[in-house]
């Protein structure tokens, strides 16, 4: 069974600063996604980034970026720049191959960014 | 396009009464999923479907019933409302199940009393 574990209950970061949100999963397939979505306080999901497990590359999307080190089962969240709408939760997530649970989430990191 | 869209936003139950979430998508995606978060916490996965005629358990199915008679819609039904039940529903769907985005819906607030 996959995993996922988010260390960090709440974060605070200074606007304009780079913030690096944990992530480190568990899984015995070779094959899998790791997903990191964003909560605002509206409560919709919203995605931010896919890193596939064979990627040679880490993941960027703008301001995002996956910071993706497979031998330590970790997929790092970084947000460079941070923006007071950044203030969220941010939930790490993976998919793998045995389908039985398509989608398995962390407990999430609760973002603030301070002006 | 509206994409994933859910009714009611919010709704309040008394123990033992039944519901019906709706869940629509108009993706023509094939997977869709039923997540519950609870507070704090993050998203379970309740059921979910691979396409039109098969659904299948996710981690916490108790509770919960599910039919997908169309591509587009996907509700999820609670019978015997419970405290333990009260939770946020999120609806979503995919193209395929293989490291596709995830598209959600903007979820129900759902309170049992």
């Known amino acids: 069974a996959q995993k996922i574990t988010q260390t960090q209950p709440g974060m605070f970061v200074q606007e304009k600063e780079a913030v690096t949100l944990d992530c480190t999963y568990d899984?015995?397939?070779?094959?899998?996604?790791l997903f990191w979505y964003k909560q605002p306080s509206s409560g919709e999901m919203i995605f931010l980034i896919y890193?596939?497990?064979?990627?040679?590359q880490n993941a960027t999307e703008g301001r995002y970026s996956l910071n993706f080190q497979k031998a330590r089962k970790s997929a790092n969240l970084v947000i460079s720049a941070s923006q007071l709408g950044d203030s969220a939760m941010y939930f790490c997530?993976?998919?793998?191959?045995?389908?039985?649970?398509?989608?398995?989430f962390g407990k999430g990191t609760r973002l603030s960014v301070i002006a | 396009n509206a994409g994933v869209t859910q009714t009611p936003k919010f709704r309040i139950l008394k123990i033992g009464q039944s519901m019906t979430l709706q869940c629509t998508q108009d993706?023509?995606?094939?997977?869709m999923y039923w997540y519950r978060q609870d507070p704090g916490m993050g998203l379970k996965l309740i059921y979910y479907?691979?396409?039109?005629?098969?659904?299948d358990k996710g981690e916490v199915p108790n509770g919960y019933n599910v039919s997908r008679s169309t591509t587009e819609d996907f509700p999820l039904r609670l019978e015997l409302a419970a405290p333990s039940q009260t939770s946020v529903y999120f609806c979503?769907?995919?193209?395929?199940?293989?490291?596709?985005?995830?598209?959600f819906g903007p979820g129900t607030r759902l309170t049992v009393l």
């Open positions: 890193q596939g497990s064979y990627d040679e």
């Open positions: 899984t015995s397939d070779q094959s899998y996604g």
């Open positions: 979503a769907s995919s193209l395929t199940r293989d490291y596709n985005e995830q598209f």
């Open positions: 479907s691979v396409g039109a005629g098969i659904t």
């Open positions: 993706m023509n995606h094939n997977y």
């Open positions: 997530a993976m998919m793998d191959a045995s389908g039985n649970t398509p989608l398995v």
